[in-house]
C-alpha cells in the first residue's frame, strides 16, 4: 500500500504519490510514534503553547472523539457552553455520555446538576465568525466541578504564528481541538490534540489508537510538519500582509458593512436585508467560492495565501444584484422544543414532511456544523424551511431524508 506505488506524473492527480507512503521500515508509526512523527508533534506543541500535542489526519472530529471519551472516563456528564460542533453530540451518542446544553455559564445555576458527575466542560473559541469567548470563566467553573476543560479551537491553528492575532486557549484549555487544515497551509483532515499537561498524553493516546484509522496520511502529516516550520519563520511577516489587505479591501468594497471581530483574518461581511446564500452562489458561478453564508451575512477565511485575491472579491461583490432576504427568522434565536420522546424505532421521512415530528438524530448546517435540530427535539415549521434553503449543506440526513421517530 498505497495501491498507486508512488507512480505518477507533475501534471496529474498523482503529482505527490511519490511522497505518499504508509508504514513501512524507516517511517514513524503514528499510533505508536517514536520517532519523526513525535518529533513533530513536540515542535507544533510548543509553537502552540500547549505541553503535548497528538497529530490526526482525520479532522477534529477524529479530536473530539478522543476529547469526549477522555471526559467520559472522568464522569459521564458533559457540559456544552454555547453552540457546539455537531461531532460533539455524535460522541455523546456513540460513547454513552450525557450531553448538558446552556447558552452560557450563567445558565448552569439555573441546571440541576449538583449531584452529576461531570466530567468535562466543552466550550467553542473561536466560533465561525472569528469571535472569540472569554474561556477563563470556562476555567473557573470547570475547576469547581473538577472537570476537565475542552476548546475546540479548531479555527484558531494560526492565531500561534503572529503576534497580531489573539491568542488561543493553551493558557486554558486541559485539552484544545485544532484543525490546522483549515486556516494553514495543510491538506485536508490535518488537526491536532493539544494538551496543557503531558499527563493527559496517555489517556489521549490510547483512545486514538481505537478511533483513528490505522491508514494515516503521511502526505497531510508532512504538510504539517511544514507549515509550522514555514509560518513559524514568516507568520509575523505573512499575516501583516493578510491585514493589510483586508484593510484595502474594506476600501474598495461599495456594498454591505465589515462586521468587526476579534479574528480580522475571518473576513465577515454583512449585507443587511439581502440574501448572503444566493450571493455565494452567484460568485461560485463566476469562479469564487466563500467560505460560509448565513442570512445576510457572507464569512470568508482570508490567509497568506489567498489574500492577493480580495480586489477580486471586491469588484464581483460590488457588480452583483443581490436578492432580498425572504424571512426575518434568524436560526440561532429560534429556541428548541425538546421531548422526553427520544427513543423507539425510526423511519426516514422527506424534510418538506417532517414538520411535528421528533428528530431521531442531529441535523444542521455545514458549515458552520452546529445543530439545528438536536436528538429528541419537535421539528418546527422554521426550521423545516431554513433546511430546504440549504439542502446541499446538510449533515445529519441519510439519501436526503430525516430519521424521525414513529
Not at 445543530?371 to 424551511?385: F, R, T, W
Request: aromatic residues 8%; negative net charge.
Amino acid at each position: 500500500m498505497p495501491g498507486h506505488s508512488g507512480i505518477g506524473s507533475s501534471d496529474d492527480i498523482f503529482a505527490c504519490a511519490k511522497y505518499d507512503w504508509t508504514e513501512v521500515f524507516g517511517l514513524d508509526n503514528l499510533l505508536q510514534c517514536e520517532d519523526t512523527i513525535l518529533s513533530c508533534e513536540n515542535s507544533i506543541a510548543e509553537s502552540m503553547g500547549y505541553e503535548s500535542a497528538l497529530i490526526l489526519t482525520q479532522g477534529s472530529t477524529c479530536g473530539m472523539h478522543i476529547a469526549v471519551c477522555v471526559c467520559k472516563d472522568k464522569g459521564k456528564t458533559l457540559i456544552a457552553v454555547g453552540d457546539m460542533h455537531k461531532s460533539f453530540f455524535s460522541a455523546c451518542s456513540l460513547y454513552g455520555a450525557y450531553a448538558v446544553t446552556v447558552n452560557d455559564i450563567s445558565e448552569l445555576e439555573n441546571k440541576n446538576i449538583s449531584d452529576l458527575k461531570i466530567g468535562g466542560v466543552f466550550i467553542t473559541s473561536p466560533d465561525y465568525f472569528g469571535n472569540c469567548k472569554d474561556i477563563s470563566l470556562a476555567r473557573e467553573f470547570a475547576d469547581k466541578l473538577g472537570a476537565y476543560l475542552v476548546v475546540d479551537e479548531a479555527h484558531a491553528s494560526h492565531f500561534a504564528y503572529s503576534s497580531l492575532l489573539p491568542d488561543n486557549a493553551c493558557k486554558f484549555a486541559d485539552i484544545s481541538l485544532m484543525s490546522m487544515h483549515k486556516t494553514l497551509p495543510v491538506y485536508g483532515g490535518g488537526a491536532l490534540v493539544c494538551l496543557k499537561d503531558k499527563s493527559l498524553r496517555l489517556d489521549c493516546e490510547r483512545y486514538r489508537a481505537m478511533i483513528h484509522s490505522t491508514s494515516p496520511n503521511y502526505l497531510v502529516m508532512a504538510s504539517m510538519d511544514h507549515a509550522n516550520s514555514y509560518m513559524r519563520e514568516n507568520g509575523e511577516k505573512l499575516y501583516a500582509e493578510v491585514k493589510k489587505s483586508i484593510q484595502e479591501f474594506s476600501q474598495r468594497l461599495a456594498v454591505g458593512k465589515i462586521v468587526q471581530n476579534d479574528d480580522f483574518t475571518r473576513l465577515v461581511i454583512k449585507i443587511k436585508g439581502q440574501d448572503a446564500y444566493s450571493a455565494t452562489l452567484e460568485l461560485a458561478n463566476r469562479g469564487i467560492y466563500v467560505e460560509m453564508a448565513q442570512d445576510d451575512m457572507l464569512a470568508c477565511i482570508v490567509t497568506p495565501f489567498n489574500c492577493d485575491k480580495l480586489d477580486l472579491l471586491a469588484q464581483e461583490l460590488n457588480n452583483i444584484k443581490f436578492k432580498a432576504l425572504e424571512g426575518t427568522a434568524n436560526m440561532q434565536n429560534v429556541k428548541p422544543a425538546l421531548t422526553d420522546h427520544t427513543s423507539g424505532e425510526i423511519e426516514y421521512v422527506e424534510i418538506e414532511d417532517c414538520s411535528g415530528r421528533v428528530s431521531a438524530v442531529e441535523v444542521g448546517v455545514y458549515p458552520p456544523g452546529v445543530p439545528l435540530l438536536l436528538k429528541g427535539e419537535i421539528i418546527q415549521e422554521s426550521v423545516v424551511d431554513h433546511l430546504k434553503k440549504y439542502r446541499n449543506r446538510l449533515f445529519g440526513l441519510a439519501q436526503g431524508r430525516i430519521a424521525v421517530i414513529k
